[in-house]
């Protein structure tokens, strides 16, 4: 019984340790992601190395590392949705902040000079308007690499799909 219970508790702070580390991966730059990246492969490899000679000299050294190798496999399938959804809420805040910028200029004849004056969380999304105030570009970094840009002359998205 108390083996048991000490199996579930392991298991549950497995989990609970996954999902704290997949809610940091998804909220960090992808550099840090890929930083564990690599912590997981060489993980993978000892774990690997570690079960081969348990299987060899029947020793019990391979739950340790296996342990952390499946947190570390559960944080990164709990980061990817949570990275998807965060590109999603920018992507929206972006569509708002155009449906605003569009009504500025229907009322008054061009783009405003900053975003600052919407109430909308702006945060990460970069405005850019020509000097005449007839065009603007809305850009926000997808994963440190790459970036979405709107051009309200063509009207497009250019960049992650």
């Not at 190798?69 to 990817?80: D, E, G, R």
Request: with cysteine.
């Amino acid at each position: 019984m108390n083996s048991l219970k000490t199996k579930i508790i392991s298991i549950v702070i497995i989990l609970l340790l996954a999902f704290f580390l997949g809610i940091l991966m998804s909220k960090a730059e992808i550099f840090f992601t890929i930083s564990i990246g690599f912590i997981w492969i060489s993980l993978f490899i000892i774990t690997v190395i570690v079960g081969i000679i348990d299987l060899i000299y029947k020793k019990r050294n391979f739950k340790i590392p296996a342990n952390v190798l499946l947190m570390l496999t559960l944080a990164f399938i709990i980061s990817l949705p949570m990275r998807k959804n965060d590109w999603g809420n920018k992507r929206k805040k972006c569509k708002a902040l155009i449906s605003h910028l569009d009504e500025v200029k229907n009322k008054e004849g061009c783009y405003p000079h900053s975003i600052t004056d919407f109430h909308i969380d702006h945060d990460e999304i970069q405005y850019i308007r020509d000097s005449l105030g007839q065009s603007f570009i809305l850009s926000y970094s997808i994963d440190g690499w790459h970036r979405e840009e709107y051009s309200s002359k063509t009207k497009e998205w250019i960049g992650y799909e």
